[in-house]
């Protein structure tokens, strides 16, 4: 590395609403070094896409501005080009690759085209030509028959190959600068890893220096050159990443380092929360809660089936689990594995194609109806999105009160009391009663969204993948909320994610899925320090760790190491 590709001085951003002027970037200095890999890390809120919008004149509104400060790339201050000089800029020299592909990418036309566009357009090329060159940027990208896939539509491909395909994107103008946005929150471990793997390889492969978005250390551990840490658009400490990690100055750092769901160095040592129990069933209660048997969910197979009838996919594939009272139970995967599946199978909501799902010893096979009553009445779920699971037109306390009255468990008179006290039991402050899902932050939305389903008063709560999209900080106070509830209401706990480090702080018991198949199944240290299937086992080793010397998944993937 030499000196700077791109130097950054004082950049403050201004928002400019009913009168008022809010900072939200406040005089950052950066340098991003030649060929180096520059972590921004901070929660959501921290400054971290807004620099990078600044970076290439894309603010979100016309309210929002640059209010002083430079940003020099090639002997020119960004900050002073106008629209036409910046469109040179935008993908040609600086390309951004962005954290949902789907809403950036065209739907209606091939993703081949979509990468030869940029490459028409930033070098001048003939539409033959063009492909030829697009067919070959969809290869250094992973994709395994790039010259058919070029055809394809991004609705024909799974999340880790959009991914690719918006790397492909942005590579296609030739940049000298990569932006990555969040370019891994969505995905599975180890497609993230192999994602992650995939910009170093490219980093050195073209030159490329790459400013990674994001508010997991883990990732930047383990990619990163430098770290740069933000919170509420000011620059905490920059550095590079083993002094940061090791000797973090700031207060803010300490606690971003300290919330990482890390796994610990010695994979025999106990998970960091304390386990309440074993596998085995509590002596008080010898019946299971839940019990499923040889449960199969079969859907049908896409297309018409003009050539024959089409084998159905098989998203459960013969399941068998008990789930005592006051446990918590971990379902991991990677997507496809049928953990989804399976939890709306246990709640009624999925049609079982044969087997049974017993729940407080009622049959959903055999008595359907009197098995959905209890468990409607007695189990709930807190969802993955928490804007989308709630109703943007009511209140929070509406929300709460619309389930209270349904239930009919709490006299009309003391539903507004009762409201209180469901909030006051997930952390949040009563005037959220009178607030809707968009004044609200994330985390706020998701312990609302626990609230309601604490207003069934169940005995069992399916929490899917219910931190996924949440920064690292509320993750953890989210999951210590689980533990404290799970506690002092003696719930049960089925909680489903992709995050294996999540599952082990959390639960006292996980259980493997793959391809609708349990493949492994234990109490959580156990299973987590000597995995008895090798697919377990590559999903540990995926998981991003603060340790900067712990390499990412490569070669070998989970899929790769079951036969088909």
Do not use: W
């Not at 807190?382 to 929070?396: C, E, H, K, M, S």
Request: glycine share 8%; with cysteine; proline share 7%.
């Amino acid at each position: 590395m030499t000196g700077p590709v791109l130097s950054i001085r004082d950049l403050s951003v201004e928002a400019r609403l009913d009168g008022e002027t809010r900072t939200l970037i406040d005089a950052v200095s950066l340098d991003l070094n030649r060929g180096e890999i520059l972590g921004l890390v901070g929660e959501s809120g921290s400054g971290k896409s807004m620099i990078c919008r600044a970076l290439v004149k894309l603010l979100p509104s016309r309210a929002i501005t640059i209010a002083g400060g430079s940003v020099m790339l090639g002997g020119r201050d960004l900050t002073k080009l106008d629209e036409k000089a910046m469109q040179a800029v935008r993908g040609g020299e600086i390309g951004m690759i962005f954290q949902n592909p789907t809403s950036h990418l065209d739907p209606v036309m091939r993703i081949g085209d979509q990468v030869a566009e940029g490459i028409r357009y930033h070098q001048n090329l003939e539409r033959r030509a063009a492909k030829v060159a697009a067919i070959e940027i969809l290869r250094q990208v992973g994709f395994p028959d790039p010259a058919r896939q070029y055809e394809n539509y991004a609705h024909e491909f799974s999340g880790g190959m959009r991914q690719r395909t918006m790397i492909a994107v942005a590579l296609s103008c030739n940049p000298d600068i990569l932006i990555a946005d969040e370019p891994t929150t969505a995905l599975d471990v180890t497609i993230q890893a192999q994602i992650l793997q995939l910009l170093m390889d490219l980093r050195h492969s073209r030159g490329l220096s790459i400013i990674l978005i994001t508010h997991d250390l883990g990732v930047v551990a383990q990619t990163c050159d430098r770290i740069a840490v933000l919170r509420q658009g000011r620059l905490l400490e920059v550095g590079p990443k083993r002094l940061v990690l090791s000797t973090p100055r700031d207060p803010y750092t300490i606690s971003l380092l300290k919330s990482h769901p890390s796994m610990p160095e010695d994979p025999g040592l106990a998970p960091a929360a304390p386990l309440a129990s074993s596998s085995a069933p509590p002596a008080a209660s010898p019946r299971p809660l839940l019990e499923i048997d040889d449960l199969h969910v079969r859907f049908p197979a896409p297309g018409l089936g003009l050539l024959g009838a089409r084998k159905p996919v098989a998203a459960v594939n013969g399941v068998s689990l008990r789930v005592f009272p006051g446990e918590s139970v971990g379902i991991v995967g990677e997507s496809g594995s049928g953990k989804s599946t399976l939890a709306r199978a246990i709640l009624g909501l999925t049609p079982l194609s044969s087997g049974h799902i017993s729940f407080a010893g009622s049959d959903l096979a055999r008595q359907r109806q009197q098995a959905l009553a209890r468990i409607r009445t007695e189990a709930a779920m807190v969802f993955q999105d928490p804007y989308g699971a709630l109703n943007p037109r009511l209140t929070i306390g509406e929300m709460i009160g619309e389930v209270l009255r349904v239930q009919n468990k709490v006299p009309p008179a003391a539903v507004a009391e009762r409201t209180f006290e469901l909030l006051d039991l997930v952390g949040l402050d009563r005037e959220f009663a009178t607030r809707k899902p968009r004044n609200m932050s994330g985390g706020q939305c998701q312990r609302a969204g626990i609230a309601r389903a604490l207003a069934v008063n169940p005995k069992l709560i399916i929490a899917d993948e219910c931190v996924a999209a949440l920064d690292v900080t509320i993750q953890a106070q989210i999951i210590d909320l689980f533990r404290d509830l799970k506690a002092r209401m003696n719930l049960t706990l089925i909680f489903i994610a992709h995050d294996l480090a999540i599952v082990r702080n959390l639960c006292e018991r996980v259980v493997v899925m793959y391809r609708g198949e349990i493949v492994e199944e234990g109490r959580s240290d156990a299973v987590f320090a000597h995995p008895q299937h090798a697919y377990t086992a590559a999903l540990i080793g995926a998981i991003p760790d603060i340790n900067p010397d712990k390499p990412l998944l490569a070669g070998a993937t989970p899929r790769d190491l079951i036969p088909a």
